[in-house]
């Protein structure tokens, strides 16, 4: 039982475009989200988060958004660039900082 | 390097043997959690840890998983009897107690893993 999707397990953009990387939760009792950034051979990296009371959060290049009615979070990248290019794992947790779910992940290739 | 550490950072080891595996997190941090990751998936939750107590553990350690965190700072993980099954990335993370991190943010940090081999 997937309780948290990435749909997509690839997405190619170009430089300097929006990156949109979507993820879906079926747990309405999740009540923080989380994107995480993976480079090979090494862990993932914390990039951005959200609160369930919150439906937008934002961090210079990156802005998530969430649509608690539709189960649905999105991250967005704008401007992306090459060094963007890595796995994007969402993550969401119902009990502050104890269980988190993570989705399959989804490959972001930046093209120069 | 401040970070968290995992040691060792791969492990081959014949199917039926021992493994132990050690995370050492940063060091003011008191949450400190261990994961498993194979190929295509994200990280599955294993246990946590809050200071030296083991507060929650995944179905999906088996009685052949042991965590512990004696003093509430490194951890060890132990598979013993080792199957194929078993070869993935494991995981370790920290995270520090409420009210030292960004508000709404309960990240993780995460070490580099350790790659289990069973053959």
């Known amino acids: 039982d997937q309780q948290v999707k990435q749909n997509s397990p690839s997405l190619s953009v170009q430089e300097g475009r929006i990156s949109i990387l979507n993820c879906d939760y079926t747990?309405?009792?999740?009540?923080?989200f989380l994107w995480y950034k993976k480079y090979p051979a090494e862990g993932p990296t914390f990039l951005i988060s959200?609160?369930?009371?919150?439906d937008k959060n934002e961090d210079g290049r990156f802005t998530v958004f969430l649509n608690k009615s539709a189960k649905h979070l999105s991250l967005h990248i704008v401007p992306s660039q090459p060094g963007d290019s890595a796995v994007y794992f969402c993550?969401?947790?119902?009990?502050?900082?104890?269980?988190?779910?993570f989705g399959p992940g989804t490959r972001l290739s930046v093209l120069p | 390097d401040t970070g968290v550490s995992q040691d060792p950072r791969h492990k081959i080891t014949k199917r039926g043997q021992n493994v132990t595996f050690r995370c050492d997190p940063i060091?003011?941090?008191?949450?400190l959690y261990w994961y498993r990751q194979t190929l295509g998936q994200g990280p599955e939750f294993l246990t946590y840890?809050?200071?030296?107590?083991?507060?929650?553990k995944s179905r999906l350690l088996s009685d052949r998983f042991s965590a512990e965190r004696p003093k509430g700072s490194f951890s060890t993980l132990e598979i013993q009897r080792t199957e194929q099954g078993d070869s993935a990335m494991y995981l370790c993370a920290s995270s520090p107690p409420p009210g030292r991190k960004r508000a709404g943010a309960p990240e993780q940090y995460f070490g580099p893993g350790t790659r289990l081999t069973v053959t």
């Open positions: 747990n309405s009792m999740f009540d923080y």
């Open positions: 840890f809050q200071n030296e107590a083991q507060l929650e």
């Open positions: 060091s003011e941090h008191n949450r």
């Open positions: 993550a969401a947790t119902a009990r502050y900082g104890q269980n988190f779910v």
């Open positions: 959200i609160s369930s009371i919150k």
